[in-house]
């Protein structure tokens, strides 16, 4: 999970939270960061506090949406805005959930995994009738469902299986 914000006591005890829950957390300080380390490293969900210097988290959200490499991962909204327009302008920016703070950590945790959930089954219905050629092999193996490399909670091998399965052969 790649957990986007400028303030470093509001990073630091995200990032704890969710790595005692067995998560593997990057971080991020501002929404340049956020768009590059979601490129680069695919996370598996973005939590994305939407007033970061340098580009805002509305902007980093609609730059990450226009990637086609990122479409697929969810982006949770964070903020202290509270009024219904603020969902509505951070659902239309590309979010895909919005929580305000104070955060609500266990019904943050139920946003994570309901995302992550919907994601999941979205790359296994993807994988329908796919193969995968694994490194050192001369054969495709057939791929019903990515639930193999799912392990302990950990998705961190599904954006890198799915793009090679679902990239033209």
Same mark, same amino acid.
């Given at each position: 999970?790649?957990?986007?914000?400028?303030?470093?006591?509001?990073?630091?005890?995200?990032?704890?939270?969710?790595?005692?829950?067995?998560? =593997?957390?990057?971080?991020?300080?501002?929404?340049?960061?956020?768009?590059?380390?979601?490129?680069? @490293?695919?996370?598996? /969900?973005?939590?994305? +506090?939407?007033?970061?210097?340098?580009?805002? &988290?509305?902007?980093?959200?609609?730059?990450?949406?226009?990637? $086609?490499?990122?479409?697929?991962? !969810?982006?949770?909204?964070?903020?202290?805005?509270?009024?219904? +327009?603020? *969902?509505?302008? $951070?659902?239309?920016?590309?979010?895909?959930?919005? =929580?305000?703070?104070?955060?609500?950590? %266990?019904?943050?945790?139920?946003?994570?995994?309901?995302?992550?959930?919907? *994601?999941?089954?979205?790359?296994?219905? %993807?994988?329908? &009738?796919?193969? /995968?050629?694994?490194? @050192?092999?001369?054969?495709? =193996? !057939?791929?019903?469902?990515?639930?193999?490399? *799912?392990?302990?909670?950990?998705?961190?091998?599904?954006? !890198?299986? $799915?793009?090679?399965?679902?990239? !033209?052969?």
């Amino acid at each position: 999970i790649l957990v986007v914000d400028d303030n470093a006591e509001n990073r630091d005890m995200l990032s704890r939270r969710l790595a005692r829950k067995g998560f =593997e957390v990057l971080l991020a300080i501002d929404g340049e960061q956020a768009v590059a380390m979601t490129v680069t @490293g695919r996370p598996d /969900l973005v939590l994305m +506090d939407m007033n970061l210097p340098l580009k805002d &988290g509305w902007s980093a959200a609609r730059e990450i949406r226009a990637d $086609a490499r990122c479409r697929g991962i !969810p982006i949770i909204a964070l903020t202290a805005h509270a009024m219904s +327009d603020d *969902r509505s302008r $951070a659902l239309a920016a590309g979010c895909d959930e919005y =929580e305000t703070k104070p955060l609500d950590f %266990a019904r943050l945790l139920d946003k994570i995994a309901i995302l992550l959930a919907a *994601r999941g089954a979205a790359l296994d219905g %993807a994988l329908h &009738g796919k193969s /995968l050629q694994l490194p @050192g092999t001369r054969t495709r =193996e !057939p791929l019903a469902s990515l639930s193999c490399l *799912r392990t302990a909670g950990s998705y961190s091998m599904v954006a !890198p299986v $799915a793009e090679l399965v679902t990239s !033209p052969a």
